[in-house]
């Protein structure tokens, strides 16, 4: 979960970016990062319409490219994509000019007013040069499923403790996770319906950046 000082320094270095929905009702909004994958995504793609599932996918440009047909079946079944990088460019190490056009031309590719900053990190100014183009898109709840020291059912207990009615879940369609994710994400769609909790992608079109966002519990 995001912590207090974290969503406090999101809020403060990227206003207007969306961490967590309001919401009066049991809904989840399933992120996942660094795809399409041939394999992977796939198969994340079966699961979510086994439960009648939406989720948002945040592409990376050269995966697109490279795997074209599956970014269609994305869209052809109803889930919302989102901006994620040429290349998962690390932005504090990439000069503001270079990550501009990394995401320039990553949507040229990907139809999408949302962006999410690989690693969550960017500069102020990479920011600034974005902001008016792109709906900002963070979390308030991280799997961890990238990280191999964690198990997938630990990935899995994260999200459950932490959901709550608006959350966005952090998932990557990835090699690296898919050891986690495997396990996981069954474990996460059939909890947390039984809980009452449906699962939708973000609008198509990216929310009012006046809308006002709720803070963590």
Not at 143 to 169: F, R
Not at 173 to 178: F, I, M, N, P
Not at 183 to 199: D, H, N, Q, R, T
Request: aromatic share 12%.
């Amino acid at each position: 979960m995001i912590s207090f000082i974290q969503n406090l320094l999101i809020k403060l270095l990227y206003p207007e970016s969306i961490t967590r929905l309001p919401a009066d009702r049991k809904v989840v909004y399933l992120s996942f990062d660094d795809g399409p994958h041939p394999a992977i995504t796939p198969a994340v793609l079966h699961l979510l319409a086994k439960y009648k599932a939406k989720a948002t996918f945040f592409l990376i440009g050269s995966r697109v490219e490279k795997y074209s047909g599956i970014y269609q079946r994305i869209l052809e079944q109803g889930h919302t994509v989102g901006n994620h990088t040429m290349n998962h460019e690390k932005g504090w190490v990439t000069s503001a000019e270079a990550y501009v056009k990394s995401v320039e031309s990553t949507a040229s590719l990907v139809d999408s007013g949302y962006f999410r900053p690989p690693y969550g990190k960017c500069s102020r100014k990479q920011y600034k040069l974005l902001k008016g183009k792109f709906r900002f898109v963070y979390w308030d709840v991280l799997a961890e499923d990238w990280n191999c020291k964690l198990s997938g059912e630990q990935c899995y207990k994260k999200v459950i403790k932490n959901c709550k009615n608006g959350s966005v879940v952090v998932l990557h369609d990835s090699e690296k996770a898919w050891p986690r994710l495997q396990i996981a994400l069954p474990l996460i769609l059939e909890s947390l319906k039984a809980k009452g909790y449906v699962f939708e992608s973000l609008p198509s079109k990216p929310l009012s950046k006046h809308l006002h966002e709720v803070q963590n519990d």
